[in-house]
């Protein structure tokens, strides 16, 4: 017998292995849950159903591998989406997002973190008075909601220790809206704004926004916290992102106070293409123009020249320009 046929008795039989198919599940007839919280690898989901809906509780299917599910993400479910106790249903497909709040650790820091998925407005929550407003801050969030595709929305709080209209005239050439609000005061104006929509709140600690959640939503029992009088500062009462259903129709998320929010992942393309008139203008600047205060031959400084633009619009977008490096 030959060397090789001595041996060929040591070769390990091959595997058989069923031939992989490139067909994969549809999920076609898969509930559609809207993600409102996660706790420990477990997401709390929302499914519509015609008795006004269920909650499903749910974990990451393993074919997602690296995807990233978070809150406001609408969800294909698989498995068990009864939401009976003790049910278990699987995400398996996170649908397209319509918006994505981001942010970033700090402004050296490229990782951008995602917050909220799908909601459709930003509500800036600013006391006018203890703690006095930081509009450096406000400008930030600003950007993001622009860098988001979401609606601002300002919301003044405190309106009864002072007048909101200095405040009120630093973004009136932004266009952005706002509501005036004064604690035990009516919140029919607040709550027009918020209906049918999907609504972040955020703002820097102890400005308010417990205490209008408590006002909008009964029962919902967010903490109250105070302001400190030798620091100015207000305590994090709340620690947590929770998603609220607003009683007439659509979602009110409420997010922790928040003393700084990175823009290190902000185009300032993405940011001036919000202002369509200011944009339109912007497409005659040299290339990688970041149409700051100093940018040399930006078309915004011609525009404002022959008064095809306006100077204060013009300044007011370039101070949020300048948000993304200066500090909050």
Not at 154 to 165: V, W, Y
Not at 222 to 251: Q, Y
Request: aromatic share 4%; with cysteine; net charge negative.
């Amino acid at each position: 017998m030959s060397r090789y046929d001595e041996e060929a008795k040591y070769d390990r039989p091959k595997r058989r292995t069923r031939p992989r198919t490139k067909d994969r599940p549809s999920y076609d007839d898969a509930a559609i849950g809207f993600v409102f919280t996660r706790d420990r690898g477990r997401y709390a989901c929302w499914v519509e159903d015609p008795d006004g809906g269920r909650e499903v509780t749910a974990m990451k299917a393993r074919q997602l591998g690296r995807t990233g599910v978070i809150v406001g993400d609408r969800v294909k479910l698989d498995g068990n989406a009864s939401g009976d106790e003790g049910s278990l249903a699987r995400i398996v497909e996170v649908l397209p997002r319509t918006t994505l709040l981001r942010r970033s650790a700090d402004d050296d820091d490229p990782v951008e973190r995602p917050l909220v998925a799908n909601a459709d407005q930003l509500v800036i929550v600013v006391a006018v008075a203890n703690p006095e407003p930081r509009t450096g801050l406000i400008d930030r969030f600003l950007v993001a909601a622009y860098d988001a595709g979401m609606r601002p929305l300002l919301c003044l709080t405190k309106t009864d220790l002072a007048d909101p209209d200095p405040l009120l005239s630093i973004y009136r050439p932004l266009g952005v809206e706002s509501v005036a609000t004064h604690q035990g005061g009516d919140l029919t104006e607040l709550q027009e704004q918020l209906d049918d929509r999907t609504s972040v709140l955020v703002g820097h600690s102890g400005v308010g926004k417990s205490t209008l959640v408590n006002g909008i939503i009964p029962g919902a029992a967010r903490a109250v916290g105070i302001v400190n009088e030798v620091t100015g500062r207000g305590r994090h009462t709340s620690t947590n992102t929770v998603v609220l259903r607003l009683p007439d129709g659509g979602w009110l998320i409420d997010t922790p106070g928040i003393r700084s929010f990175g823009l290190a992942h902000v185009d300032p393309d993405k940011l001036i293409g919000a202002f369509p008139d200011l944009a339109e203008i912007a497409a005659d600047c040299p290339r990688g123009c970041t149409h700051a205060a100093d940018a040399p031959d930006c078309a915004l400084d011609e525009a404002v020249a022959e008064g095809r633009a306006d100077a204060e619009r013009v300044a007011s977008f370039r101070r949020l320009v300048a948000s993304r490096g200066s500090a909050n």
